[in-house]
């Protein structure tokens, strides 16, 4: 979440880095109006409640004028209270600030690395077609189950899936990941925490009536298991890695062709997460990209690295590395 004290401390900055984001210089000076008001109602409750003490130490005589304090005291907190609703409505709307050398708008997604093998294939089918040809999926028996975007894996497909999970399970357990299984339902909260409710609100399947939500990500689970806990400094980085299937209503892709095993509503996923030091979390970024790159690379995938310009970062993203298989 966005630190509120830079509301008073760099203004300005707040303006320039989070108008390629889209958000006005307006919209910030709404929610710096208030939180200068609530300021004001915590001094005001503060010193009326320092009075009140001074009076009650008085004696009896002062009952009244006790009474009377009390009733500005609960006039304020019933405004800051509403308040603090506002402001925490305002602010959960406010994306990550963008690290200072992102890529701006005007220069766009920046070609990072490039890495190229040469395979020795004599066609030039596309995936949807070797799915079909190999047998990997029974699209068939998938939309019998379930309807469109989901996947039956069968016989070889069946093997490869779980060959590729093992194998980057263990590729990452040698790097130093820690190996979780977490539920794959969590609660709300949970969700909240990675700013998973504003990435993937509209894609979210909820279990009505449970407060449960089926996993999107693996990270809400990696990153909540630390949560409300005071980390050594010494125990940092905790490199986390989790295989999970994943679930997004994928409600923005609606009407779009996407075949075989593209925008999926249920997919596979091996999440690797890292918890570090803010002063150190640009360079963790960078062994954590390496790390992803390391199984591409043992599979000889021709692949290239992306820097994501201001426009396309994710909510709670500060900086991102794409990486185009």
């Known amino acids: 979440m966005l630190e509120l004290q830079k509301f008073f401390t760099d203004f300005e900055d707040l303006v320039r880095y989070l108008a390629p984001r889209g958000i006005s210089k307006e919209q910030l000076l709404i929610i710096k109006e208030k939180l200068i008001r609530r300021k004001e109602l915590i001094g005001a409750i503060n010193q009326l409640g320092q009075k009140r003490n001074e009076l009650s130490q008085a004696g009896i005589k002062n009952r009244e004028k006790v009474k009377k304090i009390n009733e500005e005291v609960n006039f304020h907190e019933r405004e800051l209270n509403r308040l603090e609703a506002e402001l925490s409505e305002l602010t959960n709307q406010l994306p990550n600030l963008p690290s200072p050398n992102v890529p701006t708008n005007k220069e766009g997604n920046k070609v990072i690395d490039n890495t190229e093998y040469q395979h020795d294939f004599k066609h030039n ?48 357990s040698k790097r130093g990941y820690r190996l979780f299984d977490t539920p794959y339902l969590v609660n709300a909260h949970n969700l909240y925490n990675t700013g998973q409710f ?82 150190n979390s640009y360079q963790e970024l960078e062994k954590l990209l390496n790390d992803a790159r390391n199984i591409l690379h043992l599979l000889k995938i021709p692949h290239r690295v992306i820097e994501l310009c201001h426009k396309e970062l994710g909510f709670t993203a500060a900086k991102t590395f794409d990486i185009e298989v």
């Open 125 to 172: 089918l596309t995936h949807e077609v070797i799915l079909k040809n190999l047998k990997i999926i029974d699209e068939e028996k998938s939309i019998l189950l379930s309807g469109s975007k989901f996947s039956v894996y069968q016989g070889f497909g069946s093997e490869l899936l779980h060959a590729l999970i093992n194998f980057m399970r263990f590729e990452n």
């Open 198 to 279: 504003h990435k993937f609100q509209d894609n979210l399947y909820k279990v009505e009536e449970s407060g449960f939500y089926l996993l999107p990500t693996a990270e809400v689970s990696l990153v909540n298991l630390y949560q409300g806990q005071i980390l050594s400094e010494e125990d940092l980085p905790l490199n986390l890695c989790a295989y999970s299937p994943c679930f997004r209503a994928e409600r923005m892709a609606a009407g779009q062709v996407n075949k075989g095993l593209i925008r999926l509503h249920q997919f596979h996923k091996v999440e690797l997460v890292k918890i570090t030091k803010p002063e």
